[in-house]
């Protein structure tokens, strides 16, 4: 059985059409100011999305930035993160998710995952609180949330902040919230790749006032205007241009409006397919936690080979075979890449790794995150679900091997 290859997945139509024609005919494709002044907070595309994102996700405050990385860096600003001080982080994301707290001289601390929603195991994170630990950075990892009351209870039992990257889950719930409102702040991506997109971009949320102007003021510029503004903190107002355009914004407000429909679509294949891999021994489908919705920014698979009989590169080359794009691993546990083995970030002397305060020296050795390295090196396929058209027809073609390579 084959299949033809699959088509990018693509939701630009009409309506961003007109939306930059809106915006070219206008003439002003940026409206910010790095001064203090009413064009501080940006033009009228940047505002209306930040409204608009706000009321979708029920939040008090909306912030966009140029990216979902600018938005974790600006999160750790914002919460006041300083040299030496601890962040809890995954290892199994994109790299974003645990460098930013380097960003301020933080100090990224991984804890291990679990092996059903791939996110942070709530004993590991419980493991690594010290004395120098000020947050928690959870991942709503592949669509599905982070057990996001259960990180929500520990961070106010030790006065930490909680900040979800939410980049792979917009419209994610956990018990009846959105996943990314659940944190003090939550980053939401607009990354060419993900459910919704303008190429490049980003969201903060947040219902701390003064977390919003904190995010506001980091994203633009903040050292220009503190003095104006009659700023009396001045921690991390060392500022940035993180500034979204208004033609990136005048497509986020069109792609969020699409959202609903969107994840109809994808959550609906991804439930169909779910229930039919179900039964095939060896292959471990995706769980969904109650009361949680996944939006499967990816579909994860685990893939037993023991009882499956074949390794997982086996299963990932008959799949390609027959049209199906699909990846094995995902990324390599963060901890392991050169940045952590060697401790060299800024400079050529160790910062700010020399900035622990632990008693013994920081160590990001093998073995770490044992979860985390056996389902990179051994389980883990997936299928890029927001990057290809996947339909009806593909599911077949996924089924059928499946079931092909377990006869």
């Known amino acids: 059985m084959t299949s033809a290859k699959l088509p990018v997945w693509n939701t630009i139509g009409a309506e961003e059409l ?46 966009s930035v140029n990216s979902a990385t600018s938005g974790l860096y600006a999160a750790m600003g914002a919460i006041g993160i300083s040299p030496g001080d601890e962040v809890i982080v995954t290892p199994t994301s994109m790299s974003a998710s645990a460098t930013a707290p ?37 991942v709503n990892l592949f669509g599905h949330p982070a057990d996001l009351r259960s990180l929500r209870d520990l961070a106010d039992q030790h006065h930490l902040a909680l900040i979800e990257d939410s980049a792979q889950a917009p419209g994610a719930t956990f018990h009846d919230q959105f996943a990314g409102t659940i944190g003090d702040i939550g980053v939401f991506s607009l ?3 993900k459910h919704i997109q303008t ?37 991390n107002m060392i ?51 109650p009361q949680c919705r996944h939006v499967y920014y990816v579909f994860p ?45 800024f400079g050529r002397n160790h910062f700010p790794f ?15 995150c044992p979860v985390a390295e056996r389902l990179y090196n051994d389980e883990l396929l997936y299928f890029p679900w927001c990057s290809f058209d996947f339909d009806e027809r593909s599911l077949d073609t996924i089924v059928h091997t499946l079931k092909k390579i377990r006869a």
């Open 354 to 368: 020399t900035m622990s305060r632990r008693d013994t020296p920081l160590s990001y050795a093998p073995g770490l």
């Open 18 to 63: 007109a939306a930059v024609k809106r915006v070219l005919d206008r003439g002003t494709l940026s409206n910010f100011h790095g001064t203090w002044s009413e064009r501080f907070l940006g033009g009228e595309e940047v505002c209306a999305l930040e409204s608009e994102w706000a009321q979708f996700f029920g939040v008090a405050h909306a912030v």
């Open 301 to 345: 698979l685990r893939v037993q080979h023991e009882i499956l009989g074949c390794s997982r590169e086996r299963v990932a080359t008959a799949l390609q075979d027959n049209g199906i794009p699909v990846a094995v691993g995902y990324v390599k546990p963060l901890y392991l890449a050169p940045l952590f083995q060697q401790q060299i970030a």
């Open 102 to 138: 380097l960003i301020y001289g933080g100090i990224p601390i991984f804890a291990d995952i679990n092996d059903t929603t791939f996110t942070l195991e709530l004993d590991s994170v419980k493991k690594n609180i010290t004395p120098h630990t000020k947050a928690i950075l959870a």
């Open 191 to 193: 990354n060419c790749h």
């Open 199 to 235: 190429g490049e971009g980003g969201v903060c949320v947040t219902n701390n006032a003064r977390l919003a102007e904190r995010l506001q003021l980091i994203r633009n510029h903040a050292e220009a205007v503190v003095e104006a503004k009659q700023e009396t903190d001045l921690t």
């Open 239 to 289: 500022g940035w241009n993180y500034r979204m355009t208004e033609l990136e914004a005048a497509l986020g407000r069109c792609q969020l409006a699409k959202l609903p429909k969107i994840l109809d679509h994808k959550v609906g294949l991804a439930e169909n397919l779910r229930a039919r891999l179900a039964n095939i021994p060896g292959i471990v489908a995706p769980v969904v936690q």
